[in-house]
């Protein structure tokens, strides 16, 4: 069928169900936001407040949170006795601002409850999506521009950013702003250039390059300057970089950015630099740290599961997407894109959130075409709309893996779920041919709030073999014991015991975990159960009264392996 044909029947359809919502949405920018939130509540929250503590690097970040809220200090960042200077100050304020909140407002335990430390994390993914609906609007209409943010906050990705309390979805939102405000500069430059130029969306440009700054360091600068490197060379020109005001700019963001930073030399010295730049940031580019190392090819691989459901039509968009490539919105695009992804696959350290800046350029590109009309028919691409099936029947399969595995259960909670979302992608694929592209994939962002609920609210709730530190939290807590002392043996040092238990948490070797016990009452000790006879040798050689409280089976996710504890309780009198 001719791309003309498709696109006349689709156009004479009757607007139902999941389009006629798209329509009324579209027809007002209060409506989109309004549409644009609920959505992401509905994908976003499930298991928001259910999940325990995620290691590593939620628990990480928010242990150093809660030491700052403990001791008061909001400008050194430590974890225990540690100084923790790989990010910037950013996120750490934001999260402090979130559970002094909470503690206000009477939340029980603020200071421990996870999901306030996550508040950031959902407030930026949801300002992320309502950003490239006001990003896409330099590029399409209201309607295209509501997809793009559609896609961003249907993605798999962005749903998991959102519930982690972290950097990454905060830091999307002001990647967006930046991006968004300089492409609609270059865009006005291009298209109007007699236009005058403003100093509103500068100011919004050079703000939330400060944030990005404050957030994780230099990274947001690396998607701007390589953005203008890359126009610079295909116009061969650089005026419109004036429009930015990158005088003022500059001295904005140095005003914003140089108090803290003043403030952290002023504590470390040179410290904080020589671990986030030296350590963290060069590390990661010379050498994959922390066993985070793949090689190139490994963010293109996962972009299909990682931007699901939108994903699907990312390859029938690319041939029109390179015929319009000398076109202004496709190459500021595209100049957002390419550059910075091809340094993410050249560095050597991969996690998969480190491109989530670069969805947007993609969902508003997908976007653009998709308004056009002009997804390519090809036969074989057009095969690839399996893939709005094949990922829900992958996820209702390991879920129910899962369930058996870990949980010992075949997990019927979950199946009415995973067959929801099976269903509806069924229904996106099969009828892509019949229906029309915007119209599958709006099945397909269905299906994937339906893996979100089995996921997030129904499996991780399920399954709390799959978080050990709330176990031992659960038994511990469960003794009465007021101010409990807690020590791990070195086999299970995880940042989500000492963010549930306690600063104090220590780790040790069997000898020491036994000389810690017997120093008085209400102290425990968890010993991996391939040192519990070292343990219990070294506790009968001093005279330990002890008693064994519990043992734990879990699975350690961080490591992918089970693991296996038993917890001792100190009897010695108060």
């Not at 644009?36 to 928010?62: K, M, S, T, W």
């Not at 330990?544 to 409280?549: D, E, H, M, P, T």
Request: hydrophobic share 55%; with cysteine; proline share 6%.
């Amino acid at each position: 069928m001719s791309t003309t044909t498709d696109n006349a029947r689709q156009s004479s359809a009757p607007a139902r169900g999941l389009t006629a919502v798209l329509d009324y949405a579209s027809a007002a920018h209060v409506r989109a936001a309004a549409l644009l939130v609920a959505f992401c509540l509905i994908a976003f929250i499930p298991g928001f407040f259910q999940i325990p503590p995620v290691d590593r690097d939620e628990a990480r970040f928010a242990q150093a949170t809660k030491q700052m809220v403990e001791s008061g200090e909001y400008v050194d960042i430590r974890f225990q006795d540690e100084v923790r200077y790989k990010k910037p100050i950013g996120i750490y304020w934001l999260q402090a601002a979130a559970v002094k909140a909470g503690e206000a407002l009477g939340v029980p335990n603020a200071r421990t409850t996870i999901w306030l430390y996550r508040l950031p994390s959902l407030f930026g993914a949801i300002g992320a999506v309502l950003l490239t609906y006001w990003a896409a609007l330099a590029f399409v209409a209201p309607r295209g521009a509501l997809v793009a943010a559609l896609m961003m906050a249907s993605s798999i990705l962005l749903g998991v950013e959102a519930r982690l309390g972290k950097t990454d979805a905060v830091l999307l939102l002001t990647s967006v702003a930046a991006m968004g405000a300089m492409a609609r500069v270059y865009l006005t430059s291009r298209r109007a250039p007699d236009a005058p130029a403003d100093w509103k969306t500068p100011a919004i440009l050079w703000t939330a390059l400060a944030g990005g700054i404050l957030l994780k360091g230099p990274l947001i600068l690396m998607f701007v300057v390589l953005t203008v490197l890359t126009l610079f060379i295909s116009d061969r020109s650089a005026k419109w970089l004036w429009r930015l005001r990158p005088l003022a700019g500059i001295a904005w963001l140095i005003v914003l950015v140089l108090p803290w930073f003043i403030a952290i030399i002023a504590k470390s010295g040179d410290n904080f630099f020589v671990q986030a730049i030296g350590q963290d940031m060069l590390g990661k580019i010379t050498s994959g740290q922390e066993a985070h190392g793949a090689p190139p090819g490994f963010y293109f691989l996962l972009f299909w599961v990682t931007f699901w459901p939108a994903s699907v039509l990312a390859g029938l968009a690319t041939p029109m997407v390179w015929r319009a490539r000398r076109e202004p919105g496709a190459q500021f695009l595209l100049a957002w894109l390419i550059p910075s992804w091809i340094v993410f696959e050249l560095v050597m350290t991969k996690l998969p959130h480190y491109v989530l800046p670069l969805y947007p350029a993609i969902a508003i590109l997908i976007a653009g075409i998709l308004e056009k009309g002009a997804l390519s028919r090809t036969r074989w691409m057009v095969r690839g709309t399996v893939g709005w099936f094949a990922f829900p029947v992958a996820i209702a399969i390991a879920t129910g893996i899962a369930f058996i595995a870990v949980g010992r259960d075949l997990g019927l909670i979950a199946w009415p779920f995973a067959a929801a979302a099976v269903i509806f992608g069924l229904f996106a694929w099969w009828l892509y041919g019949a229906d029309g592209a915007e119209r599958s994939l709006l099945r397909g962002m269905v299906a994937s709030l339906f893996v979100a609920i089995t996921a997030y609210a129904v499996t991780f709730p399920s399954l709390p073999a799959l978080f050990p530190s709330a176990l031992v939290d659960d038994e511990i807590r469960g003794t009465g014991c007021k101010d409990p002392q807690v020590v791990s043996t070195y086999a299970y040092q995880e940042p989500s015991l000492v963010f549930m238990l306690g600063t104090n948490t220590r780790f040790a070797d069997t000898t020491a975990a036994a000389l810690f016990l017997g120093q008085g009452p209400c102290r425990f000790a968890l010993i991996d159960a391939r040192n519990v006879g070292s343990f219990v040798q070294r506790a009968n050689l001093i005279g330990l009264r002890y008693s064994l409280a519990q043992r734990i089976e879990g699975y350690n996710i961080s490591i992918g392996r089970p693991v296996s504890f038993m917890l001792f309780r100190s009897m010695a009198e108060p």
